[in-house]
């Protein structure tokens, strides 16, 4: 009798306690900017697709969720044709931002990703790029790469030497 | 057995191992050292002092000392230490010091993830930069549509260099520049001279040199589906992987076979691949009905439709020599071996059977291409070699010098120390002679040439035979310098292992008939000479092994006896007959029913198209020049109703009432019965295992553990994953789940180890470095010489006779040879880009002299008439070529296949004439 009374007071004291649920979706609750949710791909600080299509992401998905096809502009620079992920299959570990060499790839806060269809958890890259740099905001690939791409001469990257004129005998 | 003490652990070695490099040995052995400028082809020179070990003088030695392992002979006894500390911070220090330049680029890099820089630093532990300054950079070069230039990536181990000089012999490409601003390049920008350059993609350790191919579609090493497989593009047979993502064929890269492609392809070998991407692709059955267009219709329609014509009246059939074994079979059964006819020009057919007698006969052997670089004494006749055989002059090139490496050896200078040998041999070569119809790639290489008609190098090599042994056949009235050159030739032949070369570059039997009576004159003198032979297509021997007629016949046939329908498999007529031929074919024949995989002028002219599979999209097998039968197998799945020709034609048994049931429903079957019924092609089955053929139960997969994008790669168009695509022909699977260990080498479509992505973790599969792989797999050898080699006593030996007439030349007329192109007079690579770009354009060459007695300028149009055909080109004055004589080049798209040398008239063109081709 006793016991069943202590437990009627302290379910009575939780009435008041701390509350770790919140009635969702009426109230949303705030996540920290490195919980893992929706992938996307970000751009950099001067506003160029980051991702390079090096096809790393992919690699490391356990569930073999993304898929890409690489292709280059004129000039050079590396890029995306074609960016899929297949959200129906992914986990959210996170091991694709892991695996990015350029920032491009990042897991945002955002979950409410739910959809009535499989079909539209099929992001492609235009449903995947978005035009802010994400958590990386100062990281450019192609100003500390070594290749030319437009607007970026050979010797004009960061810690990057002029070229060298192989046809001089000067030491 | 000798045995070498690794970190106190002692390991036998084989005897003949004693004397190699330690590096060779210990990678043998399964040890990872990491190396740069070492390579099994071109062997040490100890530069990138990368592959440190320590060397210890005795067992009681505890000090010892670092020594380079590819500069040390391994020696019965010796005690070295591969993990002592002092060698691992040595090793991890020069790789730091290599890296103080390389970029921060291989996310962008094609090299990337199959970098042998990248195995190497990880497997030394250099992880961070500590070079506090700036990075040098380099600008790049253009070299062509096939190879991209990216030089910020060099190391400086110098093996580009080492392979593009020494190994291809190419010299627009080399090293420049001098202290810490070495640059490997060309001295401009320009399309790279070697027809070898693709390899440097391979021999560079980084990223240097890339596929540009590639490049427009780039996959991952990874990523792609590849599967063992059998270049097309010529009649050598090199070993290739194809590797295919998302439905198209990505790349070629080199497959290992040591008998044959050691490490490298040819140009034409490595990007020709791209045809099978063609936006032009027969992809569906297509049927013209009244004289319309071609229309597509279905798979069912199509067989029903070739089944009523062969049930209706009487039919036959046109095999390929660019088709496999089983389709060239199919097509015999389903007309009757009677009708059934080589789709080749019928020159080339006799010439391929004239070899094939002679290797019948004996008792020279044919060579492989390994066995050509151990010969030291060589006569090639009428061989551009360059543009008929490419792969072949890396062995030649190899084989000039092994009487001068013999020489260096008696100066006790191992056999691995390229350098050192490169110094003590200095341009000396061993004994080369040819006899050509004009300049060659190779002039550099010969002790001496001689430059004639066709005829006239048949004679030389006639004459040559007879001074070898007098019992062959004389030849009459050779002038006073060419029978001193040929009794040079014939001394320098009677050596150890000599070499003759001969094939179908000239269009003439006399010279494969020369060349046997010299090989056989030398084997009765006791000499161990081989034959090598070229081939025009990839499996022109195999079909001259089989019973067929002529093209000619064909044409005959059908001009004479109403034949109701032809069915042409994988041959383009145009190409293979004269334009009359090509004609009359098409003026008589009631329907033409063509399989094929790329729309040609005879599918143009089809009443029925079947669309056929490319090597990359179907499994056969290949006869090469050298008689070697080699499967190649299916590395995807193709899109629409494209199947291997064969299986079309087990249908059309079915549809035609020919049989109850599909007789060749998979390989397995088809091989069986082609093997039942061809004897010679007894042993062709058992190539590889058969398609039940299991490892712990598992198949072999045809993707990579790593392969990525399995649930996503079909998402955009569904969501339900799909199982991977049914193979019942062979024991590989689609899919990335089977097997997970080293397959027998005839299924390895991919080279990776733990710790070696890049194509270096070839050692992991190979018995020992640079010898044969793990259950090796060459290929078998359907011909070998009638009672194997007999001592030279119990030689009885019939030589050939018909020593042709000396070359006389004609007053108004001109002797037209062909002139083969690596890049140009292969039909399908032709379709690819990259080769495209860089094919030959239709002209007509001349020596100065006729072109002065012409009164014709370089660059004039010019009409010539041969046979049926009128062409009208531009004029190349090239000097070599015999006077009298004119160089047409052969099989260029558009160029009719006719019967070359022959002989035909030239005139300056009239004004308004049209360049090109038309009948007469």
């Known amino acids: 009798m006793l016991s069943i009374l202590r437990t009627i007071w302290r379910v009575f004291l939780h009435m008041f306690a701390h509350r770790p649920t919140v009635p969702y979706p009426e109230k949303q609750r705030v996540l920290p900017p490195r919980a893992r949710g929706r992938i996307v791909l970000t751009r950099d600080p001067d506003g160029g697709e980051r991702c390079v299509a090096c096809y790393l992401c992919a690699a490391a998905c356990p569930v073999d969720c993304i898929a890409l096809q690489a292709t280059q502009d004129e000039t050079g620079r590396r890029y995306p044709e074609f960016f899929r992920i297949n959200f129906s299959r992914c986990i959210f570990c996170g091991l694709c931002e892991e695996a990015c060499p350029t920032y491009a790839i990042q897991l945002t806060p955002d979950y409410e990703m739910a959809e009535c269809k499989r079909t539209s958890m099929v992001y492609e890259k235009e449903d995947l790029l978005i035009d802010g740099v994400g958590k990386h905001h100062q990281y450019n690939f192609y100003r500390v790469c070594g290749v030319a791409i437009g607007g970026k001469d050979k010797g004009q990257a960061l810690e990057e030497q002029p070229p060298e004129d192989v046809k001089t005998l000067m030491p | ?920």
Request: proline residues 7%.
């Open chain 2, 1 to 920: 057995m000798a045995v070498l003490y690794v970190d106190n652990q002692p390991h036998e070695i084989r005897p003949h191992e004693v004397g190699k490099n330690l590096l060779k040995v210990c990678l043998g052995l399964g040890f990872n050292i990491p190396y740069f400028c070492w390579h099994p082809a071109f062997q040490s020179v100890g530069a990138c002092r990368q592959c440190a070990i320590k060397l210890f003088k005795d067992e009681h030695d505890t000090k010892g000392k670092i020594v380079m392992s590819c500069m040390v002979s391994a020696k019965d006894g010796m005690r070295i230490s591969i993990d002592d500390p002092e060698a691992i911070e040595f090793r991890a220090r020069v790789i730091e010091w290599l890296m103080l330049n390389h970029p921060h680029d291989c996310p962008v890099c094609d090299e990337g993830g199959e970098c042998h820089l990248q195995d190497m630093t990880v497997m030394t532990g250099h992880t961070y930069r500590r070079n506090r300054f700036a990075k040098r950079s380099f600008r790049n070069q253009d070299m062509g549509p096939l190879v991209a230039h990216e030089m910020n990536r060099c190391i400086q181990c110098y093996r580009c260099a080492r392979f593009y000089r020494h190994s291809a012999g190419g010299r627009d490409f080399g090293v420049m520049g001098w202290h810490d601003r070495v640059f490997f390049g060309r001295f401009e920008d320009g399309v790279l001279q070697s027809e070898f350059a693709g390899n440097l993609v391979e021999v560079c350790p980084t990223g240097v040199f890339t596929d540009k191919t590639q490049a427009r579609h780039f996959t991952r090493k990874w990523d792609l589906q590849t599967a063992p497989s059998v270049c097309v593009h010529c009649g050598l047979g090199c070993n290739t992987i194809p590797g295919e993502r998302y439905g198209s064929l990505r790349r070629i890269r080199n497959r290992y076979n040591h008998r044959v492609n050691g490490y490298f392809l040819c140009d034409r070998g490595r990007y020709g691949y791209e045809f099978v991407n063609s936006p032009h692709r027969i992809r569906q059955p297509l049927l013209r009905e009244n004289q319309a267009a071609l229309r597509p219709i279905s798979a069912q329609a199509a067989i029903t439709h070739l089944g009523n014509l062969l049930h209706s009246g009487r039919a036959i059939g046109i095999g390929s020599p660019r088709a496999s074994l089983e389709t060239n079979y199919a097509l015999a059964k389903l007309v009757g071996a009677e009708n059934f006819y080589h789709g080749m020009p019928t020159k080339h057919l006799r010439i391929v059977r004239a070899m094939l007698d002679v290797l019948k006969r004996g008792p020279a052997p044919s060579a492989s291409l390994h066995d050509m670089e151990k010969c030291n004494t060589i006569f090639m006749m009428g061989e551009d070699i360059h543009n008929v055989g490419p792969l072949m002059v890396l062995s030649l090139r190899q084989a000039v010098l092994q009487k001068p490496i013999a020489e260096a050896a008696k100066l006790h200078i191992s056999d691995f120390e390229d350098a050192v040998i490169r110094e003590a041999i200095q341009q000396e070569k061993g004994p080369f002679f040819t006899g050509v119809p004009g300049f060659t790639k190779l002039d550099d290489q010969v002790t001496q040439a001689y430059r004639g008609a066709p005829h006239d190098i048949a004679r030389l090599g006639f004459a040559v035979a007879h001074m070898i042994d007098p019992a062959a056949p004389a030849v009459e009235d050779l002038p006073v310098e060419r029978v001193q050159f040929a009794q040079r030739i014939a001394k320098a032949l009677q050596d150890k292992k000599p070499l003759i070369v001969a094939g179908y570059n000239c269009g003439s039997e006399s010279i494969v008939r020369a060349s046997a009576n010299v090989a056989w004159a030398l084997r009765k003198k006791g000499f161990a000479a081989h034959l090598a032979y070229t081939v025009p297509e990839c499996n022109s021997m195999g079909t001259a092994l089989m019973d067929g007629g002529e093209i000619d016949d064909a044409v005959q046939a059908i001009a004479s006896n109403g034949i109701d329908t032809l069915i042409v498999a994988e041959s383009n007529l145009y190409r293979q007959l004269s334009l009359s031929g090509f004609d009359t074919i098409l003026r008589r024949i009631k329907h033409l029913v063509v399989l094929d995989c790329l729309p040609n002028e005879t599918t143009a002219w089809a009443e029925l198209v079947l669309p056929a599979a490319t090597f990359a999209e179907g499994s056969g097998t290949l006869v090469n020049n050298e008689c070697r039968a080699q499967r190649f197998y299916q590395v995807f799945s193709p899109a629409g109703d494209v199947r291997e020709s064969w299986k079309w034609l087990s249908a059309a048994m079915v549809a035609s009432g020919r049989a109850q049931s599909e007789p060749w429903p998979d390989l397995d079957a088809v091989l069986a019965a082609l093997a039942r019924d061809i004897p010679v092609f007894a042993k062709v089955p058992g190539i590889t295992p058969p398609s039940s053929f299991r490892l712990m139960g598992m198949p072999v997969p045809r993707e990579s553990h790593r392969f990525s994008g399995r649930t996503a790669i079909d998402a955009d168009q569904t969501i339900h994953e799909r199982p991977p695509e049914p193979d019942a022909d062979t024991p590989l699977r689609h899919s990335m789940e089977g097997y997970p260990l080293q397959p027998p080498a005839s299924l390895l479509g991919r080279y990776w180890a733990p710790g070696w992505n890049s194509d270096h973790a070839l050692n992991k599969f190979q018995q020992e470095i640079d010898g044969p792989l793990r259950e090796d797999a060459p290929g078998v050898r359907l011909v070998e010489p009638s009672g194997g080699q007999p001592s030279a006593e119990a030689l009885n030996i019939e030589y050939l006779g018909l020593v042709p007439p000396a070359f006389q030349r004609r007053a108004e007329e001109w002797l037209v040879i062909p002139a083969y192109h690596i890049f140009g007079s292969d039909e399908l690579s032709m379709h690819s880009p990259g080769i495209a770009e860089l094919a030959a354009k239709p002209y007509l060459q001349l020596n100065q002299a006729d072109a002065d007695s012409l009164g014709a300028t370089p660059g004039q149009l010019m009409t010539m008439t041969v046979e049926s055909a009128v062409c009208t080109f531009p004029l190349k004055v090239g000097p070599g070529l015999p006077d009298g004589v004119v160089a047409i080049p052969f099989g260029l798209p558009g160029l009719p296949g006719v019967a070359l040398p022959a002989w035909g008239k030239i005139r300056p063109a009239q004004p308004g004439e049209p360049t090109g081709v038309r009948q007469a």
